[in-house]
T-cell receptor
Framework: EAQVTQNPRYLITVTGKKLTVTCSQNMNHEYMSWYRQDPGLGLRQIYYSMNVEVTDKGDVPEGYKVSRKEKRNFPLILESPSPNQTSLYFC?????????????FGSGTRLTVV | QQQVKQSPQSLIVQKGGISIINCAYENTAFDYFPWYQQFPGKGPALLIAIRPDVSEKKEGRFTISFNKSAKQFSLHIMDSQPGDSATYFCAAIKSQVGGSQGNLIFGKGTKLSVKP
């Protein structure tokens, strides 16, 4: 089944403790992206990657890092999480977004930073 | 600056009625306009999409109307059903070379509730 898999689904952590949210897709998509979803703010892009070793900032990149060493994986790293990073996070991938191919989203990771 | 503005924030419709969600954009570089549907606990899923060279696209009960001169587009859900209750996001993509091509810019979402 074609899918984007995020782990973990739920995570509670403490301020300052480094964490990684993994994202993997099995569709051989070149493009991958991370979004955070907050009430009243919709989905805001954190980082995206056009291909392996090619990443760039989205609208809200502060406090986050990403890497794209393999085509299928695009982990989101929070080096020193803070409470304002409490949110619902989604990873997405697309074959050819410039041609209008749809994005496939993961099921989300709900992160709470206390 | 919000690049895609969506309204209303929430919408309650009776079963069988028409649900209408509106979006407006500023950037004329946008050239692909998808709508995503999100159920609680799930990620958004592509529902229907349109390009600006077309004024209307229909798929089943879902229709996108597009007004290029006004830079507005809307989603119409005909014969709305309780199973349509979800959050709907309009979005836009710039597909020109250079810059953040291919990045989805989302509206803030509309929570639709269809009452039986």
């Amino acid at each position: 089944e074609a899918q984007v898999t995020q782990n973990p689904r739920y995570l509670i952590t403490v301020t300052g403790k480094k964490l990684t949210v993994t994202c993997s897709q099995n569709m051989n998509h070149e493009y991958m992206s991370w979004y955070r979803q907050d009430p009243g703010l919709g989905l805001r892009q954190i980082y995206y990657s056009m291909n392996v070793e090619v990443t760039d900032k989205g609208d809200v990149p502060e406090g986050y890092k990403v890497s794209r060493k393999e085509k299928r994986n695009f982990p989101l790293i929070l080096e020193s999480p803070s409470p304002n990073q409490t949110s619902l996070y989604f990873c997405a991938s697309s074959l050819k977004p410039r041609k209008g191919s749809g994005y496939t989203f993961g099921s989300g990771t709900r992160l709470t930073v206390v | 600056q919000q690049q895609v503005k969506q309204s209303p924030q929430s919408l309650i419709v009776q079963k069988g009625g028409i649900s209408i969600i509106n979006c407006a954009y500023e950037n004329t570089a946008f050239d692909y306009f998808p709508w995503y549907q999100q159920f609680p606990g799930k990620g958004p899923a592509l529902l229907i999409a349109i390009r600006p060279d077309v004024s209307e696209k229909k798929e089943g009960r879902f229709t996108i109307s597009f007004n290029k001169s006004a830079k507005q587009f809307s989603l119409h859900i005909m014969d709305s059903q309780p199973g349509d209750s979800a959050t709907y996001f309009c979005a836009a993509i710039k597909s020109q070379v250079g810059g953040s091509q291919g990045n989805l810019i989302f509206g803030k979402g509309t929570k639709l509730s269809v009452k039986p």
